[in-house]
């Protein structure tokens, strides 16, 4: 199998050596990598894919239920603001500036993203973070559509309005068709850290934002797939697709870059044929 690949764009890549909210040095610390990954998650778990089949095939993902499948090609999204919360803090957002020594940037700008489509992890960028225990991880999925963003929207003329955009096939019995899904959803994602990640000056850790992206195109009891483009803004399964890919998110420790949250590699490796 073959993770795929990442690529940042809307300029040459995420913000990397900026830590607009704080000096690395005070304290100590340590570098912290954060990575993107559409690993399935573990059979049982939240937000695992339950009744369907996952399977990656060449730079594809393939989910199957009975007859059906929906093989995904590609998965585009538009990030801004991507940042790692202390613990005890509110929240990154605060527009008076007050949360400025309290959250560590990964990145600032409008970016694109294209997410891997395998089971390992892409890292994107890797920061000095002050000495601290983190609890949260934040972003913005980002609907591009005002004039701050009309560089972005040149560049990228599909993302116009659009902040998630899918490429792949759909079959239902036996008929194929080609897709693209696209949605405006544009919110700030609050992805908790289970465990904490403490951070202390005896080496480098990693957080991993996995999008489960097998589980986007299931109906709401997730027995069947749904028709990828009837999911598109206006039509029938929107808000489906919409919660599913809400409830896709999460974020975790992940320092051997295999798109499994650490703290539950145990129990992960018990129902992962890829552990045995």
């Not at 704080?22 to 912290?32: K, M």
């Not at 778990?45 to 990656?56: C, D, I, L, W």
């Not at 999911?231 to 409830?247: L, S, T, Y």
Request: aromatic share 4%.
């Amino acid at each position: 199998m073959r993770s795929g690949s990442l690529a940042v764009l809307a300029g040459a890549a995420l913000v990397l050596g900026s830590l607009a909210c704080s000096d690395a040095g005070v304290g100590g610390g340590a570098a912290v990598g954060l990575a993107f990954s559409t690993r399935a998650a573990p059979s049982g778990a939240a937000g695992g894919t339950m009744s369907a089949s996952v399977a990656q095939a060449g730079d594809s993902t393939i989910v199957v239920v009975g007859d059906d499948s929906v093989i995904i090609g590609s998965v585009e999204l538009v990030l801004r603001e991507i940042e790692l919360r202390r613990s005890g803090v509110t929240s990154c957002s605060m527009s008076d500036g007050s949360d400025d020594d309290q959250c560590e940037e990964f990145s600032t700008g409008i970016q694109l993203v294209s997410l891997p489509l395998g089971n390992g992890t892409e890292q994107v960028v890797t920061v000095n973070v002050p000495a601290g225990t983190y609890d949260q991880v934040e972003f913005e999925i980002h609907k591009p559509e005002d004039s701050a963003d009309a560089a972005f929207i040149a560049a990228h003329p599909d993302f116009d309005g659009v902040s998630i955009r899918v490429m792949g096939r759909y079959s239902q019995a036996g008929t194929s068709a080609s897709f693209v899904y696209t949605t405006d959803l544009s919110e700030e994602q609050e992805i908790q850290l289970d465990p904490l990640l403490d951070v202390a000056a005896d080496g480098p850790a990693n957080v991993t934002i996995r999008l489960d992206i097998a589980t986007w195109f299931l109906n709401d009891s997730r027995s069947a797939l749904v028709d990828p483009s009837t999911a598109n803004i206006g039509g029938p399964n929107e808000g489906v697709v919409r919660n599913n890919i809400e409830q896709s998110i999460e974020a975790f420790h992940d320092n051997d870059h295999d798109g499994l949250d650490d703290s539950h590699e145990d129990d992960d490796h018990g129902t992962d044929p890829d552990h045995p």
